[in-house]
Structures are given as structure tokens and as C-alpha cells.
């Protein structure tokens, strides 16, 4: 893989991780706040009154979620590392490389000149 798919991988990756928490982070964040405060955790739904949760299944599923966005930043951070690390150009073969001073791409017109 060329190290600039990793770089644009790497951008994408975290773009990805910041949009899941910015669009489904707020359903995840009162989670701590209800056990820390109040010592009860409630699951609210639209159509449906408050029901009283077991608070460790809220926290654990904020976890979850957390660690997935965390995974995806991370995966992001480490692809525009390993794409800023990468070799670039300097690992090209001898016998790619094309231009002047290449002694393997002398033409007959180049030959004539001398």
C-alpha cells in the first residue's frame, strides 16, 4: 500500500470516529452522570415512560461505544503515522527509476549524439 492511501485512510478513519461520536455520543454520556449522582439509571425511550435500569449495563454500553470511537481514532492516528513514515520515493528500484543519468534507458538516439 502506497503511504499516501495510508494518510488518506488515516484522515478517513478519524473523520469516521469523530462523526459517531458527534451523531450517537449523546445517547452514552449521562450514563456516568446518573450513577454519580443520583445512584439510579434510567432508560427513556419516546413512546414509553422511564424505566429503571441496572446502571453498570448503561455504563458498559457507553464502553463499548467509547472504545469503538477510540478505536477508529487511534486506527486513523497510527495509518497517518505509519503514511508519514513511509519510504515515499526512496525505495524505488534501479531498474524503475526513469530520466536522465538512468544508463539502462540509453536509446540509439543518445548513442548517435556521442
Request: glycine letters at 14%; one cysteine or more.
Amino acid at each position: 500500500m502506497s503511504d499516501m492511501r495510508f494518510i488518506i485512510g488515516g484522515i478517513a478513519l478519524i473523520f469516521v470516529g469523530f462523526i459517531i461520536l458527534g451523531g450517537f455520543g449523546d445517547n452514552y454520556q449521562a450514563a456516568t452522570l446518573e450513577s454519580n449522582e443520583f445512584g439510579t439509571c434510567y432508560e427513556y425511550s419516546d413512546d414509553a415512560p422511564p424505566k429503571e435500569i441496572n446502571c453498570s449495563f448503561k455504563i458498559f454500553d457507553q464502553t463499548i461505544f467509547f472504545g469503538l470511537v477510540i478505536g477508529f481514532i487511534a486506527g486513523g492516528i497510527i495509518c497517518l503515522v505509519k503514511g508519514a513514515k513511509g519510504g515515499w520515493d526512496n525505495k524505488v528500484k534501479p531498474e524503475d527509476i526513469v530520466g536522465p543519468g538512468n544508463n539502462q534507458n540509453n536509446n540509439s538516439d543518445d548513442q548517435d549524439k556521442r
